[in-house]
């Protein structure tokens, strides 16, 4: 019966200790519940004789603290350098993480709007910043009911690029406050932190599939496109076809002089192969294309399908004998 009452007693304890948050954040001693004033010193009986005056010097100020004051012992957050060549800092309004240009395709308010539409977190766009609406902190050691209005702006120019978060408001059961310095810290750093890690992680997920992907053959078949001219129809998704063409077209000949990959296109500059190297790639005739500037264009028909043209500098489509050669060539080496 002792050690039934004893085993209640602890899980009692056990579960009004881990109710609530506040205990995470506060200091463990006695401090802040102490009501105990400052010393006094009182007169001391002379009996007639004359003391010297006391000095002020070493005398106890009174001072009057507030008790009921809270202090958060939590130890604040910064922004994390989690992405190759970046720095980060906080400089007391926002945080902010600021990377090379080529690294903005990949970190950018358009991905960071997908990021918050994907956590159903409202938001509005005004003059190229997104204002959230009220949202959680995302942290486990927060009071309940604790939201916060963020404010998120990108800024670039031609040799970096950077993305910054800030706390607009914070609000807690309904009633809003004034964030101190350390709340915006630590808030502001969290959210940056967060998002950054989420599109880090998706990138080199993206990296992973698509090095596994680019390694295996595509198989392949020669069409006409909708506007009538000669395609390569890839049996693959448009990332992974996107990377085994890039792989690809040198060895046929066409060096590769600009990506845009948010288009589809891939500027080229072709150069005709020796007739031995042109020999071990086809038995056909060595095509009869000018040396100078070519475009890919590849189109995603579908998650497992996508086309591609080599088209001239004006874009006007290869002569169909031509194109023959050029992509039944192409065939032979995607299928590698």
């Given at each position: 019966?002792?050690?039934?009452?004893?085993?209640?007693?602890?899980?009692?304890?056990?579960?009004?200790?881990?109710?609530?948050?506040e205990s995470k954040q506060q200091a463990g001693?006695?401090?802040?519940?102490?009501?105990?004033?400052?010393?006094?010193?009182?007169?001391?009986?002379?009996?007639?004789?004359?003391l010297p005056t006391a000095s002020t010097e070493y005398q106890l100020p009174q001072i009057k603290v507030n008790k009921d004051d809270k202090v958060d012992i939590r130890p604040p957050s910064i922004p994390l350098a989690i992405?190759?060549?970046?720095?980060?800092?906080?400089?007391?309004?926002?945080?902010?993480?600021?990377?090379?240009s080529d690294q903005q395709k990949i970190y950018n308010l358009k991905q960071i709007e997908r990021l918050l539409k994907e956590q159903n977190i409202q938001y509005t766009r005004e003059n190229g910043k997104l204002l959230t609406d009220w949202a959680a902190t995302g942290r486990s050691d927060d009071l309940k009911n604790t939201q916060i209005r963020y404010q998120i702006e990108e800024v670039d120019t031609e040799q970096a690029a950077a993305l910054m978060v800030s706390v607009l408001q914070m609000k807690r059961n309904e009633t809003i406050y004034t964030p101190s310095i350390t709340d915006k810290q630590r808030y502001a750093?969290?959210?940056?932190?967060?998002?950054?890690g989420e599109l880090n992680a998706a990138y080199q997920?993206?990296?992973?599939?698509?090095?596994?992907?680019?390694?295996?053959?595509?198989?392949?078949?020669?069409?006409?496109?909708?506007n009538g001219r000669t395609a390569l129809i890839l049996s693959a998704p448009f990332d992974a076809a996107w990377e085994k063409l890039g792989e690809t077209l040198p060895k046929l000949g066409f060096e590769i002089k600009k990506d845009m990959s948010a288009r589809g296109i891939r500027e080229l500059y072709y150069k005709p192969l020796s007739q031995k190297a042109w020999q071990q790639i086809s038995s056909q005739a060595l095509p009869n294309l000018g040396k100078g500037s070519y475009q890919m264009q590849l189109a995603a028909l579908n998650k497992q399908q996508s086309a591609v043209v080599i088209s001239e500098e004006k874009k006007s489509a290869l002569a169909n004998e031509q194109a023959q050669i050029i992509y039944q060539s192409l065939q032979r080496l995607l299928n590698q």
């Open positions: 019966m002792k050690k039934w009452l004893l085993t209640v007693a602890v899980i009692s304890t056990l579960t009004a200790c881990s109710a609530s948050n001693d006695t401090y802040q519940k102490s009501n105990v004033d400052l010393p006094r010193l009182n007169p001391l009986a002379s009996g007639g004789v004359k992405i190759h060549d970046s720095i980060t800092r906080f400089d007391g309004e926002r945080a902010l993480i600021a990377y090379t750093s969290d959210r940056l932190n967060q998002l950054i997920k993206q990296q992973q599939d698509l090095s596994a992907s680019t390694t295996a053959p595509i198989a392949s078949h020669i069409a006409t496109d909708t």
